[in-house]
Each structure stands twice: as structure tokens, then as C-alpha cells.
């Protein structure tokens, strides 16, 4: 069974800083991996897909990257603004034949960026 | 674009009754699922469509319909509310398997 842990649970930054959010996940054969924001009462953003076959990919001062074989992905972020205050989840779409519908996803990681 | 549409945002319950939750989307998306996010507990997929007229349970399907008409539409049927379906309720969309989900804005459930 594919888990997903998001290291840390909650993170607290000065504005300005470069911060890297943490994602692993248990079961290396999946087909992608998605980024997503989530602001207090709201849905999930989508940030940043990564297929299973690519090492990263970019948006603004989004980074993502990823490496199947050790099942791990980071979302780096550069120049952290407070306006990037949200929860970050990361979910892994898994590889079995015609069985590719479910998205496994992470509990989150907090991210508090201060003025 | 009005993307995914959930209504309503907010319900409150008594246990026992039944109630629909809708979900709309216009992308002419083929795949829709509808999930729960309780604390503590992440995202968890309740039933999932991959077209008109096919759907399909995920890891927590009891207590839940779901039927899929049109390419647009995919409502999630409460069949007798309990307490344990206390939660927000999410409908994604996608076009394909390796396209990015998109989420609307969630349906706040109580069941008192």
C-alpha cells in the first residue's frame, strides 16, 4: 500500500527566505506526482505536476523535483512571500496497469511565511 | 472558466437523513472523484468516475452513492447521514491520467 509522508508537519519562515518542503512516499512505481496549495476554507490549487519519467519541474519561484528510485520529491520555494502562507500536499498517482485512478496523498506541510 | 463547482459550500445534517452533494465541471473532463478531508487523516478517495455511465468505489465507499449521467455532472448521495461523515467534501476533475487534478472549493458537512 502506497503511503505518503510530509516532512515537516508545519514549518515557520521570515520572508525573504528560500524554504524546501519535503515529500517521500513508500512505493516507487507511480506514473506522477502532484504539488498542491491549500488555503484555509478553500480547495486544493494544483502547483506543479511531475511525470514519472521527468526530474523537475518549474513554475515562478516554484521548483519541484524528483527522484522514483529513492521515493522522495521536494518543493523548493525561492524568495518566500506571506502570501505563500498554506498548506502544501503533495500526492502520488500510482503505476498498476489500468488501475492508475487513485491519488495517494500526504497530510501536508503547514507553511507559515512572517512579514 | 468556472472550472469544478461544488454546491452547496455549507450542511448541517440530522442523522438519518439523506442529501445530495453536487458537482459540476465544465472542461469536458473525462475522470471525476469525489473525496473526503477529515483531520489527521489527508484526503481519501470515496468513489470515482473515468466516464459517462462508469463509476467505481475507492477506500471509503459505505454510506455513499454516486451515479454519472453526463460528462459534466457527478452528485454524491448520502444514503442515512451518520456522525462519521462529518467532513469537507471535495470533487476533482482531470482529462487525463497525466494531466493535473483540479479540486473545486469543498462542501462543509456536519451530521448532528
Known amino acids: 500500500k502506497q503511503e505518503v509522508t510530509q516532512i515537516p508537519a508545519a514549518l515557520s519562515v521570515p520572508e525573504g527566505e528560500n524554504l524546501v518542503l519535503n515529500c517521500s512516499f513508500t512505493d516507487s512505481a507511480i506514473y506522477n506526482l502532484q504539488w498542491f496549495r491549500q488555503d484555509p476554507g478553500k480547495g486544493l490549487t494544483s502547483l506543479l505536476l511531475i511525470q514519472s519519467s521527468q526530474r523537475e519541474q518549474t513554475s515562478g519561484r516554484l521548483n519541484a523535483s524528483l527522484d522514483k528510485s529513492s521515493g522522495r520529491s521536494t518543493l523548493y520555494i525561492a524568495a518566500s512571500q506571506p502570501g505563500d502562507s498554506a498548506t502544501y500536499l503533495c500526492?502520488?498517482?500510482?503505476?498498476?496497469?489500468?488501475?492508475?485512478?487513485?491519488?495517494?496523498f500526504g497530510k501536508g506541510t503547514l507553511l507559515t511565511v512572517n512579514p | 472558466n468556472a472550472g469544478v463547482t461544488q454546491t452547496p459550500k455549507f450542511q448541517v445534517l440530522k442523522t438519518g437523513q439523506s442529501m445530495t452533494l453536487q458537482c459540476a465541471q465544465d472542461?469536458?473532463?473525462?475522470?471525476m472523484s469525489w473525496y473526503r478531508q477529515d483531520p489527521g487523516m489527508g484526503l481519501r478517495l470515496i468513489h470515482y468516475?473515468?466516464?459517462?455511465?462508469?463509476?467505481d468505489q475507492g477506500e471509503v465507499p459505505n454510506g455513499y452513492n454516486v451515479s454519472r449521467s453526463t460528462t459534466e455532472d457527478f452528485p454524491l448521495r448520502l444514503l442515512s447521514a451518520a456522525p462519521s461523515q462529518t467532513s469537507v467534501y471535495f470533487c476533482?476533475?482531470?482529462?487525463?491520467?497525466?494531466?493535473?487534478?483540479?479540486f473545486g472549493d469543498g462542501t462543509r458537512l456536519s451530521i448532528l
Open positions: 468516475s473515468v466516464g459517462a455511465g462508469i463509476t
Open positions: 500526492a502520488v498517482r500510482r503505476n498498476s496497469g489500468g488501475s492508475n485512478y487513485k491519488l495517494t
Open positions: 472542461m469536458n473532463h473525462e475522470y
Open positions: 476533482a476533475s482531470r482529462r487525463s491520467v497525466n494531466q493535473p487534478q483540479h
